[in-house]
């Protein structure tokens, strides 16, 4: 029988080569850190976040870049603040991956919320997804030799409202009245996220709508509304001048819109659609068929994000957070495309 060594027969090295274990194994977080260069964001997060102190002492806040870091890591493995300071101070992998040590201190859940407060109240995601767009356009990684569109849902906790609150929230987009009196249960009412249904089944959230490279699958402008609004409305959203004279693949949720379509000058790709008394004809049909060899390029971006970066679920209340947690999932799907294509 194979005897297994006790902690006091552990050695000097042993925690170094647990790690090139878990690097053998396949640890994600290895390719991600050698990967990526997240120097290239400090200069903004710096200008963004920075405050002059007001007086003397005062804790020094943590690292923006290693901030930057635990939130990525956050999205990959849709993790909430508690769990991710749990999963850092609890993981070899993690603290490998932000350089941490056994001593170091570990930022604690209310500082990660903070800082993602931070970052959505200044609306600085968007841009730092730009910030990476331009790496991967400086490494020649985005091809532009065509665009896919499609939207996908982000689940959010549903609110169990009766008719009449639901009614008003719709009709006036704001909390019943008698709610201000319960703050608790006002922080945890979503009145921003909405219901549909999609072959017959409901969601209640949000929606990721994602422009994405034809040929590199990397996803180059994003739009994040409630879960109620029609696909087709945020096209002139993901649209510009970037995809000039591109061709433009969509499903037939988008047809339409020939007037979008013409004020960017793309190629029209979008599925066409039958109607009741009007069905598509055979060259029809086998015309969709052959734009669905470039359009279904799209599901493998979101089947990335529902598979590997543990599903599309958003925690938090309200929009405005809403497009932080997605405009970061976009991020780290295009940080983990990236060192698909380069390695």
Not at 188 to 203: C, E, G, P, R
Request: charged share 30%; hydrophobic share 35%; aromatic share 12%.
């Amino acid at each position: 029988m194979k005897k297994f060594k006790r902690s006091k027969d552990y050695g000097f090295f042993d925690q170094d080569f647990r790690l090139e274990k878990l690097s053998k194994l396949g640890d994600p977080l290895v390719k991600l850190k050698s990967g990526i260069d997240f120097e290239i964001f400090r200069k903004f997060l710096e200008e963004g976040l920075y405050k002059s102190p007001k007086g003397k002492g005062g804790r020094r806040p943590y690292d923006y870049v290693l901030m930057f870091k635990i939130l990525i890591l956050q999205r990959y493995y849709n993790l909430s603040d508690n769990q991710i300071e749990f999963q850092i101070n609890d993981r070899m992998s993690f603290m490998r991956f932000l350089d941490l040590t056994i001593s170091d201190d570990v930022p604690d859940s209310n500082t990660v919320w903070n800082f993602t407060e931070r970052l959505t109240d200044l609306e600085l995601v968007k841009p730092l997804f730009e910030i990476f767009e331009q790496e991967l356009e400086r490494l020649n990684l985005i091809v532009n030799q065509g665009k896919i569109i499609d939207a996908s849902f982000v689940e959010a906790p549903r609110q169990r409202n009766n008719r009449d609150d639901n009614k008003h929230i719709k009709e006036t987009k704001s909390a019943p009245r008698e709610w201000e009196s319960n703050p608790n249960k006002l922080a945890q009412k979503d009145i921003d996220a909405s219901w549909t249904k999609k072959n017959f089944q409901n969601y209640f959230g949000y929606k990721n709508h994602a422009k994405v490279d034809s040929n590199s699958k990397i996803i180059t402008s994003y739009k994040v509304t409630t879960a109620s609004v029609h696909d087709s409305q945020v096209i002139d959203n993901l649209l510009n001048e970037k995809d000039n004279g591109e061709k433009l693949y969509a499903d037939s949720a988008y047809v339409g819109q020939d007037h979008v379509l013409q004020k960017h000058n793309v190629i029209d790709q979008i599925h066409e659609k039958g109607y009741k008394n009007s069905p598509l004809t055979d060259a029809q049909k086998e015309l969709n068929k052959e734009k669905s060899k470039t359009r279904a390029r799209v599901e493998h971006v979101f089947g990335f994000m529902e598979n590997s970066m543990g599903s599309m679920y958003f925690r938090k209340i309200g929009i405005k957070r809403a497009e932080t947690v997605i405009g970061l999932m976009n991020l780290t799907y295009n940080m983990f495309r990236k060192i698909q294509l380069t390695t």
